[in-house]
Structures are given as structure tokens and as C-alpha cells.
């Protein structure tokens, strides 16, 4: 069964410094959404894909943010300094055009020292 | 603007007795509404969904979930718990023009031996 990858699965990082999450998608799904979950709290949404453009994002997904589909297969989170408070677990999702049921990959907790 | 509430944050049963996880929902659109579990360090896995196709929806590992529009709940529920069920539980809807998902605070379901 086709599924949402994600690596890596555990990422330690110093505040300040660059990160780069990635994500493979369900290979003819073509939307691609990034969520974010701090440790005890719920599920966030952070920003949509589609159709090589941001579709919607959140107040969360300011200007350190970005996203990008470089190639056909990967989808990829980018936070270009990183807080403290980026500490999370994030996860990407995909979906098949105009399909309400996204398929979750296992996630990427995000440590920021 | 649609979201989820979830009733309850902790609930405790004992293996063989019902599961009951609740959730309101609150949306002007007929909604869309998922049941997704999440397993210690694990990642995020769809348990059934509603899409206004029968109120009575079934999904996985013995569990189905009831639409009530005049009670706008959308209860997960179980006639028999067993020790692997035990894991965090998110209740979400979908943003009827952006797709994206608004998740409830979670469920954290904890089962007796």
C-alpha cells in the first residue's frame, strides 16, 4: 500500500541554523500539506500546497518558513532560522485532487537546542 | 469557521468494556469529519471518516463513529476495548473550500488490564 515517507525521522538542531524536513507524497496525489504538533498540544495546521504554489498557510508559517516541490517527488519544509519554539514533531500529508482524506506520513520531531 | 471539541482529554476503560471518545463539531457546511489515531511515537492513521454518506460510519480495528446533526457530534465508539487500542485519539473536520484539517485537542485513551 502507497505511503507518506518522511526523513528524517529525528532532527537535532542548534537555534539559529537551518533546517530542511522532507516528505514524499503518495505518488499521484497532488496536494501536500505540512502540519506541526508541539509536545502535549494538538495538531496544527501550517500551509497547503498545490499545483507548485502555497495554496494557504497559517499565522504560524511567517517569513522563516517556506515550502518546495524541487523535483516530482519531494515535498519539503525549510525553516531558515530556527527557535526554541520550532520544537515539534512536523508532518506531512498528502491527498488526491479534491479529495477531503489526507494520508499522513510518520513524522519528523524536530529538536532545537 | 469550523472546528472539533473534544469532551474529554484522558478516559480510562478496562479491557472488554466500551469505548466512548466524543467530539462536537461546529460548522455552517455539511462537514466532513475524520476519527484519526495515534500511537505512541507513531504517526497519524485514519480510523473511519463521515462525508455525509451514512450517519453511521465504520471503521478499523472495530470502530465506528455516529453522525448526529441535531446534536452536531460525531461520538467514536467501541463495544469492546483491547490493550492495543490504547493510544492519543484526534477528531478533525475539514475545511470545506481549502481541504485543510482543523483537529481537536485529543483524546488520550488509556486501557485497563
Known amino acids: 500500500e502507497p505511503e507518506v515517507t518522511q526523513t528524517p525521522s529525528h532532527q537535532v538542531t542548534q537555534m539559529g541554523q537551518e533546517v530542511i524536513l522532507r516528505c514524499v507524497p503518495i505518488?499521484?496525489?497532488?496536494?501536500f500539506y505540512w502540519y506541526r504538533q508541539i509536545l502535549g498540544q494538538k495538531v496544527e495546521f501550517l500551509v497547503s500546497?498545490?499545483?507548485?504554489?502555497?495554496?494557504?498557510k497559517s499565522e504560524i508559517f511567517d517569513d522563516q518558513f517556506s515550502v518546495e516541490r524541487p523535483d516530482g517527488s519531494n515535498f519539503t519544509l525549510k525553516i531558515r532560522s530556527t527557535k526554541l519554539e520550532d520544537s515539534a514533531m512536523y508532518f506531512c500529508?498528502?491527498?488526491?485532487?479534491?479529495?477531503?482524506?489526507?494520508?499522513f506520513g510518520p513524522g519528523t520531531r524536530l529538536t532545537v537546542t | 469557521a469550523q472546528s472539533v471539541t473534544q469532551l474529554d482529554s484522558h478516559v480510562s476503560v478496562s479491557e472488554g468494556t466500551p469505548v466512548l471518545l466524543r467530539c462536537n463539531y461546529s460548522?455552517?457546511?455539511?462537514?466532513?469529519l475524520f476519527w484519526y489515531v495515534q500511537h505512541p511515537n507513531k504517526g497519524l492513521q485514519l480510523l473511519l471518516k463521515?462525508?455525509?454518506?451514512?450517519?453511521l460510519v465504520k471503521g478499523i480495528n472495530g470502530f465506528e463513529a455516529e453522525f448526529k446533526k441535531s446534536e452536531t457530534s460525531f461520538h467514536l465508539t467501541k463495544p469492546s476495548a483491547h490493550m492495543s487500542d490504547a493510544a492519543e485519539y484526534f477528531c478533525?473536520?475539514?475545511?470545506?473550500?481549502?481541504?485543510?484539517?482543523?483537529f481537536g485537542t485529543g483524546t488520550r485513551l488509556k486501557v485497563l488490564a
Open positions: 500529508a498528502s491527498s488526491e485532487p479534491f479529495r477531503d482524506e489526507q494520508y
Open positions: 505518488s499521484n496525489h497532488l496536494y
Open positions: 500546497f498545490y499545483n507548485n504554489e502555497i495554496s494557504e
Open positions: 460548522s455552517s457546511y455539511s462537514p466532513s
Open positions: 463521515y462525508t455525509s454518506a451514512a450517519t
Open positions: 478533525v473536520v475539514s475545511d470545506v473550500r481549502t481541504y485543510k484539517y482543523i
